[in-house]
């Protein structure tokens, strides 16, 4: 008779300690997931921003971009539903047209605070989030592309279409200025994580940037962490277009170092065709795993199913891949032997042979 399995279950307050570090709405879906799992995240984001209401705010007020970092707190956040609303709302007439409450609501919190990271502190704590939300750095930062046939352009908002002007591919990205410091509070959320990630999202607009802060890349590289880099399940029109995994994965080590991380998340769902067809019009289409270029890069390819069809537009569920991303820091990083998980409520649970 086969013996009765103890089970240990663990709160999500001792949940694993998470980094994730990236930027757009990607970044704030799978917060939306993880923190379901663990209380202990946080949120590196990039501030290279200068589009839309964040671009607005930026060149009025000189604040860094507020956008990303309120997207990554509204996933965080713990408040009633008309304080959500309240966060959501854009503003349709006049001259705030298209501005959001939360952009206007971190800005009011800047201007009365002495920097901005303290400002995202404080509107944390009244919106009560789980973890924490770092910009990767205070410094005013803009992001300049350079393409293969040598144009560049400057600006975030800009490159989209600076490439599909000059039709060739991104050769790199820097920051101006170049090398500014991190925010030493996000150096410390890397060293000290359990699991970092970077991704998803944009490749060259909201990952790369940040690991072109000074200090970034050495603290990955210092961790002891498990360290995944989270896929994109389509190519971006403007970005990547015909880039496979190993393309994402060569530009990220090339703006960093090789080897940033060993392990690579990938989707395995399947896209109704008439969505990727759709896709297809717009120079989009699934990314294609070269698993064996991969390895030669000397990363690992895990392939889950993670990712999903909302409204027409294919997303990484934040369930799945939150969920998908905790099994892999417990089969990775816990190794007990004969290990099997049941993530339910509040608590994941874990069971060993007696």
């Keep these: 008779m086969k013996k009765q399995r103890p089970s240990y279950r663990m709160p999500r307050a001792h949940g694993p300690r998470v980094t994730v570090i990236g930027g757009g709405h990607g970044l704030s879906n799978m917060l939306r997931g993880l923190k379901q799992y663990t209380e202990n995240l946080s949120a590196v984001v990039t501030v290279a921003d200068d589009g839309g209401g964040s671009g ?3 060149q009025d007020l000189g604040m860094p971009p507020p956008g990303d970092i309120r997207n990554c707190m509204e996933a965080l956040a713990n408040t009633e539903p008309v304080m959500r609303e309240l966060l959501h709302y854009r503003f349709t007439e006049g001259s705030l047209a298209g501005q959001s ?29 789980t973890g924490r939300v770092l910009p990767v750095t205070t410094a005013d930062v803009q992001l300049e592309a350079e393409f293969e046939n040598g144009a560049s352009v400057v600006g975030e908002s800009k490159i989209f ?25 996000a150096v410390a959320a890397i060293r000290d994580a359990d699991m970092i990630v970077l991704g998803p999202g944009s490749l060259y607009t909201s ?8 200090g970034i890349v050495e603290a990955i590289q210092s961790s002891d962490a498990l ?4 896929c994109n399940v389509m190519t971006q029109e403007g970005e990547t277009e015909g880039y496979t995994v190993s393309d994402h994965i060569s530009a990220l080590f090339k703006h960093s170092v090789p080897g940033l991380f060993d392990l690579c998340l990938t989707n395995s769902s399947p896209i109704p065709k008439g969505v990727a ?13 070269d698993w064996e270029q991969c ?14 069809v909302e409204n027409g537009f294919v997303r990484h569920h934040p369930g799945h891949l939150a969920r998908e991303l905790i099994l892999l820091h417990a089969e990775r990083s816990v190794r007990i032997a004969g290990d099997s998980f049941d993530f339910r409520d509040d608590t994941y649970r874990v069971e060993e042979d007696s």
Excluded: W
């Design 295 to 308: 390895a030669r890069l000397g990363v690992e390819i895990v392939n889950r199913p993670v990712a999903t």
């Design 277 to 289: 067809a759709r896709y297809a019009q717009e120079g989009a289409e699934l990314i294609r795993c």
């Design 207 to 214: 990952i790369i940037p940040n690991l072109l802060v000074g």
């Design 161 to 185: 279409y600076c490439k599909k002007r000059e039709d060739c591919r991104i050769r790199q990205v820097r920051l101006i200025p170049e090398h500014p410091q991190a925010l030493p509070a």
């Design 227 to 230: 360290k995944v880099y989270v």
């Design 101 to 129: 409450f939360g952009n206007l609501f971190l800005a009011a919190l800047n201007g009365i605070s002495p920097s901005f990271d303290v400002a995202v502190s404080r509107m944390s704590e009244v919106l009560a989030i």
């Design 56 to 58: 607005v705010l930026r």
